[in-house]
């Protein structure tokens, strides 16, 4: 014997329900990428800030290791 209306009615509900529950936890998982997103793309920039930096500062000048005096005078 086929299912009733209302048979079918209520699956079609309970399958509706499971979907809008999947999305609303896609949904969490997709924010929690972005944040994580966001985050590692502040810690690159930074980094980037930092070596730029690096390559920036002007270098010590260079000294010979035989003009140093040794450690004792």
């Known amino acids: 014997m086929p299912p009733s209306e ?3 009615l209520t ?3 309970v399958q509706l329900s499971h979907l809008q529950r999947h999305v609303e936890q896609l949904d969490g998982v997709i924010r929690e990428l972005g944040r994580l997103a966001d985050r ?3 810690k690159i ?3 980037e800030n930092q070596l ?3 390559r920036d500062k002007p270098r010590e000048a ?3 290791p035989l003009d140093e005096k040794p450690p004792h005078y």
């Open 6 to 8: 209302f048979e079918r």
């Open 11 to 13: 699956e079609v509900e």
């Open 40 to 42: 590692q793309t502040r």
């Open 45 to 47: 920039l930074t980094l």
């Open 52 to 54: 730029k930096e690096l």
């Open 62 to 64: 260079a000294i010979d």
